[in-house]
């Protein structure tokens, strides 16, 4: 993507913290998109106050993950990309890029979307739209344990999309932009290859547990922050509406860390718009530009690691390349990775 030289060197990002409201119970494909739209309509309310609140600065917004729908619990591959899966031009994505049309902002986001060249499948994709209303970054999870990804369809999505097309980098007005889908925080790899394509700003649509105590996760957003000399941006769920598990199971702690693993802001529990803070792009291209111990990126030896990752093969690729599968293949594969893994000595 071409680099905007109508540059912004300093704004106010915002991790919005609102309830997903599940679509799991809607009888069709028609009660699923109207529950999606006033999904919509609500956060177009929310993101307008929030921005009067914060200040016109205000130009970068992410939104939590499956924001729209929740996840899939028991329907099959075909059942939840009828139902629940967007459309990569669909009428959602419209609704979504006036909203960032009429706010002037960057909204990140996260849903499930249908791809006409995998039928059959579907992938949890990031998505960014910039202040004319169009997609500007498409990132599809490349680590799920119950969903397909690119690494199930590896060869053909790499015919399609390219390489750059996995590990996309938007570079805008404010920054270059990456995103991380929920617990890909935890994949060090995915967050590294992004960096090294210029990433400044990760954008971490997640719905996860929060707790006094830190998590793995917690200790993760802190990890590659540091690692990556970049900022973090990350916005939970305020808990998810209209499924049997408790409201309440992925709910808070949304926050901004900086490029040093300082947290910035930080909310609690409850849907809110206090997790916004103030992004120093000058302040970051200073601090990785220069010389010294903490410069992480700069002293990156790759060469190092190269050969060991091509020579390990763990979960395997391709096993989607057929299409549709059941559920099950999801759970066998990594019992089988990990059978194959013991016999090897390796866990």
């Known amino acids: 993507m071409e680099a905007n030289t109508d540059r912004i060197d300093s704004f106010r990002a915002l991790a919005l913290q609102v309830t997903c409201h599940a679509v799991n119970q809607a009888r069709d494909r028609t009660e699923a998109r109207s ?23 205000c130009r970068l917004i992410v939104l939590p993950e499956y924001f729209l729908t929740g996840f899939p619990m028991g329907e099959s591959l075909a059942s939840w990309a009828q139902k629940a899966c967007l459309e990569m031009a669909g ?16 909204l990140a986001g996260n849903a499930y979307e249908i791809d006409r060249n995998f039928p059959g499948l579907y992938f949890q994709t990031c998505f960014v739209l910039d202040p004319s209303g169009s997609i500007v970054l498409r990132y599809r999870r490349l680590n799920s344990m119950f969903a397909p990804t690119p690494h199930d369809v590896w060869d053909k999505y790499l015919d399609c999309y390219g390489l750059d097309g996995v590990f996309p980098v938007a570079k805008t007005a404010i920054g270059n932009l990456a995103a991380l889908a929920s617990e890909e925080i935890l994949y060090p790899e995915v967050a590294r290859c992004l960096a090294l394509r210029g990433a400044e700003i990760f954008l971490h649509s997640t719905s996860e547990v929060y707790g006094k105590e830190r998590s793995p996760k917690e200790a993760a957003k802190i990890s590659r922050a540091v690692e990556n ?31 040093r693993g300082i947290v910035l802001a930080e909310t609690g529990s409850g849907e809110s718009m ?25 002293r990156q030896r790759l060469e190092l690691y190269a050969e060991s990752y091509r020579q390990s093969h763990f979960y395997p690729a391709n096993t989607m390349l057929e299409g549709e599968v059941d559920r099950k293949h999801f759970i066998q594969t990594q019992r089988e990775t990990i059978e194959r893994l013991a016999k090897l000595g390796i866990i």
């Open 35 to 57: 529950l999606m739209q006033q999904t919509i309509k609500r956060l177009g309310q929310q993101i307008a106050a929030s921005i009067a609140f914060i200040g016109f600065d």
């Open 91 to 106: 009428a959602e994505y419209e609704a979504l890029g006036q909203i960032a049309q009429k706010n002037q902002i960057f």
């Open 229 to 259: 000399m970049a900022y973090i941006v990350s916005a939970n769920t305020a808990g998810i509406a209209n499924i049997p598990i408790p409201i309440a199971s992925a709910d808070g702690g949304s926050k901004i860390i900086d490029y």
């Open 274 to 298: 206090a997790a916004f803070a103030e992004i120093d792009l000058e302040a970051l291209r200073r601090y990785r530009r220069r010389p010294g111990l903490n410069n992480l990126l700069s």
